[in-house]
């Protein structure tokens, strides 16, 4: 039985598989609030409330079948600085084209999420969006996992895909930003990190707390713990290339 005014199972389940991917064709041209981007289109339009919009996007089919997943579901904090997220994701974008021969396709909250999906709704149909996509971006910067949402899509990773369809995008500028990006994960603990719906100031669902009741302490500390050598990692290949 569903409560009085609550959304069916089904129907939030047809609505993460009816969400669109994107096709990123120009990150370079993100920017919050860009007053030259053109409105998204309208299914999926936005609140002008996240961290990042992109100028130059492509939606992707509305009911994409198995074959045509997503290349990444792109983990970031609201928390983060927004141009350094932006030119992260920028550089990271244009290195996967020069890779691959095309724009990377991308699940990216802020322009593929339904904006009519409440934030406890949006716990549930996160591993949704996840199981379209082959791999995770995790674009982080200082306040990563600072932010109870983003640390609880690490652990729903980590339960549903291997520690090696992940990569590292670090959105830091300097070497003392890289470091906190690495020590915040090092020094994780579930009980610091800030329930915040996208805002970063309203408060989050209560859905996300019971996420790591039923997880446990333990094991979901231990879960985002284990990012620390890809973190390690992505900080020490940005220092060979300075």
């Not at 569903?2 to 009816?18: F, I, M």
Request: glycine share 2%; hydrophobic share 45%; proline share 10%.
């Amino acid at each position: 039985a569903t409560r009085p005014g609550a959304r069916a199972p089904a129907s939030l389940a047809a609505r993460a598989r009816s969400q669109p991917a994107l096709a990123a064709k120009d990150w370079a041209q993100a920017a919050l609030g860009a007053s030259q981007a053109p409105p998204p289109p309208a299914a999926v339009s936005l609140p002008p409330v996240d961290p990042l919009v992109a100028r130059d996007v492509r939606p992707a089919a509305r009911v994409p079948p198995p074959s045509s997943a997503c290349d990444y579901y792109i983990c970031h904090s609201p928390l983060d600085d927004t141009e350094a997220k932006r030119a992260a994701l920028a550089e990271w974008a244009e290195s996967f084209e020069r890779r691959i021969g095309r724009p990377p396709r991308v699940w990216l909250d802020s322009l593929c999420l339904d904006p009519t999906v409440l934030p406890h709704e949006r716990v549930h149909l996160s591993v949704a969006y996840m199981a379209k996509c082959d791999r995770l971006l995790l674009l982080a910067g200082p306040n990563l996992v600072s932010h109870l949402r983003a640390a609880a899509e690490l652990y729903c990773w980590s339960l549903m895909r291997s520690a090696r369809r992940m990569e590292v995008v670090l959105a830091a500028r300097t070497g003392e930003e890289r470091a906190a990006v690495v020590a915040s994960v090092d020094t994780f603990h579930c009980v610091n990190a800030q329930n915040l719906c996208e805002d970063g100031e309203s408060p989050g669902p209560e859905q996300l707390l019971q996420c790591v009741e039923t997880a446990t302490t333990y094991r979901f500390n231990e879960r985002v713990h284990a990012y620390l050598p890809a973190v390690r990692a992505a900080e020490m290949a940005v220092e060979r290339r300075e």
